[in-house]
Nanobody, 116 residues
Framework: QVQLVESGGGLAQAGGSLRLSCAASSPNIFSLASMGWYRQAPGKERELVASITKGGTTNYADSVKGRFSIDRDNAKNMVNLQMTSLKPEDTAVYYC?????????WGQGTQVTIAS
């Protein structure tokens, strides 16, 4: 069993920045997993925001390219999402995800609210 614990959400103004972090409880699982951040806004489906493979290859949703940056610290078993130039439409619950061949693990989610 792997626990993913997110932190760093909250309220920010449009144009501002926030940094989300996710700590994984299992170093072995973390080292094998592609890590990602998803978000779900009210009334919408959960969507991929950004992901990073164990080798460091990144992928971003078109809506956040150039504004968000994902990185992972393998020594600390953490994945981070730096969010800049925030927009009201970035408001959502953000979830950390660990993807492995046999399944996925999810964090409990952290609320991000962007005020216009």
């Amino acid at each position: 069993q792997v626990q993913l614990v997110e932190s760093g959400g909250g309220l920010a103004q449009a144009g501002g920045s926030l940094r989300l972090s996710c700590a994984a409880s299992s170093p072995n699982i973390f080292s094998l997993a592609s890590m990602g951040w998803y978000r779900q806004a009210p009334g919408k489906e959960r969507e991929l925001v950004a992901s990073i493979t164990k080798g460091g290859t990144t992928n971003y949703a078109d809506s956040v390219k150039g504004r968000f940056s994902i990185d992972r610290d393998n020594a600390k078993n953490m994945v981070n999402l730096q969010m800049t130039s925030l927009k009201p439409e970035d408001t959502a619950v953000y979830y950390c995800n660990a993807h492995l061949g046999f399944g996925d693990y999810w964090g409990q989610g952290t609320q991000v609210t962007i005020a216009s």
